[in-house]
Structures are given as C-alpha cells and as structure tokens.
C-alpha cells in the first residue's frame, strides 16, 4: 500500500524557497547529503526529511 501523504519538493521548488540557485541545491545533495529521491533522471526531495536537514543544519544568529 502507498503511503498517500507523502510530499515531495523539486529541486527548483527548494531553490526558490532557499532563494539559492539550483545547482547550490545539487550541490547540496550531493556534497552535504541533502535527502533525496531519483525517479530515473529527476531528483525529489522529501517534504519531512528536507524540513528535518534544515533543523538540523540551522543555527543560532551570533549577534
């Protein structure tokens, strides 16, 4: 059975939600092991693993 309420993001939907270019987000898949999925030549990234990598890799302003 499919687990319907999985979401995912496209590489140009988390570019523009970041406000980097696409390839800093391939970059981050692939050097700094942002989670993703391959459906032959596209690349999705998991709505809850994406936002779970974000808490992880977010940290406190030093002002």
Same mark, same amino acid.
């Given at each position: 059975m499919l687990n319907t309420e999985i979401n995912y993001f496209t590489v /140009? &939907? #988390? %570019?523009n939600y970041? !406000? #980097?270019s696409t %390839? /800093? *987000? +391939? $970059?981050?898949i @692939? *050097? +700094?092991?942002?989670? @993703? $999925?391959r459906l032959g030549r596209y690349i999705r990234i998991p $709505?809850? &693993?994406?936002? !779970?990598?974000i808490s992880d890799h977010t940290y406190p302003s030093t002002n």
């Open positions: /140009k &939907e #988390v %570019s970041l !406000r #980097v %390839s /800093k *987000i +391939y $970059t981050l @692939h *050097i +700094y092991d942002l989670p @993703h $999925t $709505t809850a &693993e994406f936002n !779970r990598w």
